[in-house]
């Protein structure tokens, strides 16, 4: 009998712990500074974006079915594919000015908005783009459709039984 049976532990328990100390070698070798490998940040780094891309479109998905804002197919495909880079690029870089500001209001910065000129309201017009912001042309003193009607004051409203 060998030592490994006689322990209680079988020829393929002794091999699964020899090829462990060979993969954590190989982990170890590849790794930088012993922190993780660049093959697995890659996958990660995929992972999430992929995760962050499906979150939006599932989001844009659920808008849809529930809102039915958009009246082409045309303009949906075109939220979805700003969905889908929004994700690969403005998310980074709007955390990076985050992570400046943060950085600035823990040393006590001064923030700096730069020359804002007003331009008031004069030139803007009624958005007419098929969401549920859009202003419909109605007539003065009637309805908007889809607007609720003021409850009717309890004189008005006739007898109670």
Same mark, same amino acid.
């Given at each position: 009998?060998?030592?490994?049976?006689?322990?209680?532990?079988?020829?393929?328990?002794?091999?699964?712990?020899?090829?462990?100390?060979?993969?954590?070698? $190989?982990?170890?070798?590849?790794? $930088?500074?012993?922190?993780?490998?660049?093959?697995?940040?890659?996958?990660?780094?995929?992972?999430?974006?992929?995760?962050?891309?499906?979150?939006?479109?599932?989001?844009?998905?659920?808008?849809?079915?529930?809102?039915?804002?958009?009246?082409?197919?045309?303009?949906?495909?075109?939220?979805?594919?700003?969905?889908?880079?929004?994700?690969?690029?403005?998310?980074?870089?709007?955390?990076?000015?985050?992570?400046?500001?943060?950085?600035?209001?823990?040393?006590?910065?001064?923030?700096?908005?730069?020359?804002?000129?007003?331009?008031?309201?004069?030139?803007?017009?009624?958005?007419?783009?098929?969401? $549920?912001?859009?202003?419909?042309?109605?007539?003065?003193?009637?309805?908007?459709?889809?607007?609720?009607?003021?409850?009717?004051?309890?004189?008005?409203?006739?007898?109670?039984?």
């Amino acid at each position: 009998m060998t030592s490994s049976t006689r322990s209680g532990a079988t020829p393929s328990a002794s091999r699964r712990t020899e090829g462990d100390r060979d993969q954590a070698r $190989h982990f170890e070798e590849r790794s $930088h500074f012993g922190f993780i490998s660049p093959s697995l940040a890659v996958l990660f780094l995929l992972a999430s974006f992929g995760y962050a891309i499906m979150l939006s479109l599932l989001a844009l998905l659920l808008d849809e079915l529930g809102l039915h804002r958009y009246r082409r197919l045309g303009d949906l495909a075109a939220v979805a594919a700003a969905a889908v880079v929004e994700n690969l690029g403005y998310r980074q870089l709007t955390a990076w000015w985050r992570l400046q500001g943060w950085w600035a209001s823990l040393r006590n910065g001064t923030p700096v908005w730069g020359e804002m000129t007003r331009s008031g309201f004069a030139d803007t017009t009624p958005l007419d783009h098929g969401s $549920h912001a859009t202003v419909p042309e109605t007539t003065p003193g009637a309805a908007r459709p889809g607007a609720r009607l003021p409850a009717a004051a309890p004189e008005e409203r006739g007898p109670r039984h």
